[in-house]
């Protein structure tokens, strides 16, 4: 018999930072011979369009003129295009939770009723809450893909051991380590995710968080954007659960700017500004494309890097408070850091790390811009908003020593910022930062070099496809 050419569907769960990993693994397998039809929503799709001003409708027209066979398709999320998603975020996730598996199943239903090659694998991220369903209806198997550490993923796997020992679920959470997760040596209650930290698990994102890893549980495969020799007991651990394949770090070709748009936002070009300054002198900011950031704390952390004197580019997205507050940095603050500072809506992340002028990242610690972080030995200030960002904190303060806290939500103060940032950039705490970074560095180049263990793993996957 003909060996099937394996055709994957793609899915990305609709938000930037798992766009983002999903476009260039979707690219990735295409590169490898498979056929990918990818999906986005048709808010994302037209998000993304609107950010790069494009008049194209399919944004891998240049992924097919090189070669690939790669697919587009858009379904909706249950929303009206103009719904602020942003603004009204349990709105939305109610709308993921309950509307958008309708429309999946539906353009499914097509595509396997109509498409050559057949469609063979449904490799779809981990957060949403119907793939295994929907897969299991259609005949087809279902590859998890995970955007975040093993470790988080580990915890959610984990959830009703948590909640049988007290840690999670409880009106009144045990507040001691964790030590009986399988491949977590000791965790403390204060690093898990944050919704694994709340009380109240009645929220639209714990019922979605519920039902995915019943689906996830469900999974042939996981495929995780990590690296084993960065979490190794962890991936260890999983692996007898099942099939657990760490491929990461998945980025653009080349680490620059990617081919495929997957901005929601449009991009300001730093590059001529970076150029005018010293190499390690600039302070990267980034609190990411989703959670919102306080007032307060954006104001204490202005004040910081005011009174630090620091280079800074800052990416204020025009939300990061709320799309009700356009302009929520402090009067003033523009005027008093011109020539030293840059405050941008957006901007192309791996094009501003890589450039040698920045020396450090002001992070909210998403996983992808961990990731990149490492990649360019950059060392991270971490100050972690929502979901695993707590848990990402933990592994490049705690664990890799890659970074500094600079401080809790609503407890961060101008002093404690400007006096990190310092010991960053200039200091001992800096020094030893850099020292480390290369290390774990090294860990993410020698897994995607031949025979390295993220690419064997890449390939066993690959061949598990043909199979
Ligand atoms: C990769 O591993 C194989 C099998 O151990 C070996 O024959 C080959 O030389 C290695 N290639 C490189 C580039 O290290």
Request: aromatic letters at 10%; proline letters at 6%.
């Amino acid at each position: 018999m003909a060996k099937l050419k394996p055709h994957a569907v793609v899915m990305a769960y609709p938000l930037q930072g798992h766009i983002i990993p999903a476009v260039h693994l979707a690219l990735r397998l295409a590169a490898y011979g498979c056929t990918i039809t990818f999906i986005n929503t048709e808010a994302v799709h037209y998000q993304t369009l609107k950010a790069t001003g494009a008049d194209c409708n399919d944004p891998f027209v240049p992924a097919r003129e090189s070669g690939l066979d790669i697919r587009y398709e858009t379904v909706s999320d249950g929303l009206p295009l103009s719904f602020d998603r942003s603004l009204n975020h349990d709105q939305f996730m109610y709308s993921v939770l309950h509307v958008l598996s309708a429309h999946v199943e539906e353009l499914l239903r097509r595509l396997v009723a109509t498409t050559e090659p057949p469609i063979t694998s449904l490799i779809i991220d981990t957060f949403f809450v119907w793939p295994a369903t929907i897969g299991e209806k259609l005949g087809l198997p279902y590859i998890s893909f995970w955007t975040e550490p093993a470790l988080i993923f580990t915890l959610y796997y984990h959830m009703e051991l948590l909640r049988k020992n007290g840690h999670f679920g409880c009106q009144d959470n045990r507040k001691d380590a964790i030590t009986y997760i399988p491949g977590v040596p000791s965790i403390e209650p204060k690093e898990l995710t944050s919704y694994l930290q709340e009380t109240d698990t009645s929220s639209v994102v714990h019922q979605i968080i519920f039902k995915a890893f019943d689906e996830a549980k469900r999974a042939k495969i996981i495929l995780c954007n990590t690296v084993e020799e960065l979490e190794s007991s962890t991936i260890s651990a999983l692996k007898l659960e099942k099939p657990f394949y760490s491929i990461g770090p998945i980025f653009p070709t080349g680490f620059t700017r990617s081919t495929v748009a997957t901005s929601l936002w449009a991009e300001s070009d730093c590059t001529n500004w970076l150029n005018t300054k010293e190499p390690g002198s600039v302070l990267y900011i980034s609190f990411g494309s989703y959670a919102h950031v306080s007032k307060r704390d954006l104001c204490e952390i202005a004040q910081g890097i005011l009174n630090s004197k620091v280079n800074f580019i800052w990416v204020l997205r025009p939300d990061v408070v709320s799309s009700d507050e356009p302009n929520p940095l402090p009067p003033g603050f523009l005027e008093e850091t011109k020539g030293h500072g840059l405050v941008v809506q957006w901007c192309c992340q791996v094009e501003v790390l890589s450039h040698p002028a920045v020396g450090g990242f002001l992070t909210h610690c998403g996983w992808n811009s961990i990731l990149e972080s490492v990649w360019c030995s950059v060392p991270m200030l971490c100050f972690p908003l929502l979901t695993d960002q707590f848990t990402n904190r933990k592994l490049v303060v705690r664990d890799w020593q890659i970074g500094l806290a600079i401080g809790e939500l609503n407890e961060v103060a101008a002093d404690d910022v400007a006096e990190k940032l310092k010991d960053l950039m200039s200091g001992k705490k800096g020094e030893r930062a850099r020292t480390e970074i290369k290390k774990v560095r090294k860990f993410l180049q020698d897994a995607v070099e031949i025979n390295g263990s993220s690419q064997k793993n890449f390939d066993q996957f690959i061949l598990d496809l043909t199979k």
